[in-house]
C-alpha cells in the first residue's frame, strides 16, 4: 500500500493563526480526503481533495476556513486558517490509490489551539 | 444520504473468546465495506474488507459477513488476545464519490 509522510506530526498554535497540513504520498493516488478526528470520536471527513481543482468540500467545512490544495497526484495540503481553540483536534489525511479500493491514512497531525 | 450505524459502542470480553461488532447501512448502492482498528494514539489501519459481490471474508482470526438484503455486516474476532484491544471501525462507500461513511465506533476491551 502507498506511504504517506504528514506533516507537522503535532503543533500548538496561537489563535488566529494558520496552521498548513502536508501530506506526502510515495506513489500516484486517484483520490486524497482530509479528515478531523476528535479524541474518542469517528472521523468526520472535511473535503475531497481534488488534482488541479477545488476540494469538494463537506458540509459544516468552508473553504476560507480550511484551503486545500493538491497540485499534483502525490502532494496535497490542508490550512486551518485564523484558528480558535475549536480547532483542536487530530487531522488525517487518507488517499485511495489507483485501481486498489484500499484507504490508508497518513500518521496525524495534533493541533492544539490556545 | 448514506448512514452507517455501529453497536456496541463499548465491548469487553475474556481473552480467548470471540467479539462480534456490528454495522448497518442505508444506502443500498454501497459496494465497498472497510473495518479499521485504530489504537491509541495511532493512525486507523485496514484490517479487513468486503465488497457487495462476496458474502464473507477471512483473515486468520478475523472475518466479515455481510447481508446485502438486510444492509448490515459484521467483523468476527476469534481467540481474542490482548492486542486486539483498540477502537474498531466500520465504513462503507459507493462508486459515485469513493468516500467513506464511517461508524461511530466500538472500543473493544479484552480483559486477561
Known amino acids: 500500500s502507498a506511504v504517506i509522510s504528514q506533516k507537522p506530526s503535532r503543533d500548538i498554535c496561537q489563535r488566529g493563526t494558520s496552521l498548513t497540513i502536508q501530506c506526502q504520498v510515495d506513489?500516484?493516488?486517484?483520490?486524497m480526503f482530509w479528515y478531523r478526528q476528535q479524541p474518542g470520536q469517528s472521523l468526520t471527513l472535511i473535503a475531497t481533495a481534488n488534482q488541479g481543482s477545488e476540494a469538494t468540500y463537506e458540509s459544516g467545512f468552508v473553504i476560507d476556513k480550511f484551503p486545500i490544495s493538491r497540485p499534483n497526484l502525490t502532494f496535497s495540503t490542508l490550512t486551518v486558517s485564523n484558528m480558535s481553540p475549536e480547532d483542536s483536534s487530530i487531522y488525517l489525511c487518507s488517499v485511495l490509490q489507483t485501481g486498489l479500493y484500499g484507504y490508508t491514512f497518513g500518521s496525524g497531525t495534533r493541533l492544539t489551539v490556545v | 444520504g448514506e448512514n452507517v450505524e455501529q453497536h456496541p459502542s463499548t465491548l469487553s470480553v475474556q481473552e480467548g473468546d470471540s467479539a462480534v461488532i456490528k454495522c448497518t447501512y442505508s444506502?443500498?448502492?454501497?459496494?465497498?465495506f472497510p473495518w479499521y482498528k485504530q489504537e491509541l494514539g495511532k493512525r486507523p489501519q485496514l484490517i479487513i474488507d468486503?465488497?457487495?459481490n462476496v458474502g464473507e471474508k477471512k483473515d486468520q482470526r478475523i472475518a466479515v459477513t455481510l447481508n446485502k438484503t438486510a444492509k448490515h455486516f459484521s467483523l468476527h474476532i476469534t481467540e481474542t488476545q490482548p492486542e486486539d484491544s483498540a477502537v474498531y471501525f466500520c465504513?462503507?462507500?459507493?462508486?459515485?464519490?469513493?468516500?467513506?461513511?464511517w461508524g461511530a465506533g466500538t472500543k473493544l476491551i479484552i480483559k486477561p
Open positions: 444506502d443500498s448502492a454501497s459496494n465497498y
Open positions: 468486503i465488497r457487495s
Open positions: 506513489s500516484q493516488v486517484t483520490m
Open positions: 465504513a462503507a462507500s459507493t462508486n459515485s464519490n469513493y468516500q467513506l461513511i
